[in-house]
């Protein structure tokens, strides 16, 4: 019914940046909130960053400050730009996004992920 497809990850040193894209596709009415989720290594999944339709923003406090999302309505794609990077910042980075289907139900999507390395 819908697909989120990420692309952008990769390897960069540390200090360097990658931008992270996630178009989503398929039998969407509306996106409402919209976001980028991160699993390291021996972690658990954690919230990176979200934003709402309104363009309201909220992140983690550990890229607070370096990480921007943002969003392109009308084209159903978020972003993440990751600046400042860090080694701790090595994880596969999942989109998300709550849908209102054109059949009236919402639900929840994820994409298959996108690999960030960042070497020290």
């Known amino acids: 019914q819908v697909q989120l497809v990420e692309s952008g990850g990769g390897l960069v040193q540390a200090g360097g940046s990658l931008r992270l894209s996630c178009a989503a596709s398929g039998s969407i009415l509306r996106i409402d909130d919209m976001g980028w989720y991160r699993r390291a290594p021996g972690k658990q999944r954690e919230s990176v960053a979200s934003i709402t339709s309104g363009g309201t923003t909220n992140y983690a406090g550990s890229v607070k400050g370096r990480f921007t999302i943002s969003r392109d309505v009308l084209k159903n794609t978020v972003y993440l730009q990751m600046n400042s990077l860090k080694p701790e910042d090595t994880a596969v980075y999942y989109c998300?996004?709550?849908?209102?289907?054109?059949?009236?139900?919402?639900?929840?999507?994820w994409g298959p992920g996108t690999q960030v390395t960042v070497s020290s």
């Open positions: 998300n996004a709550q849908v209102l289907l054109t059949t009236g139900r919402s639900m929840d999507y």
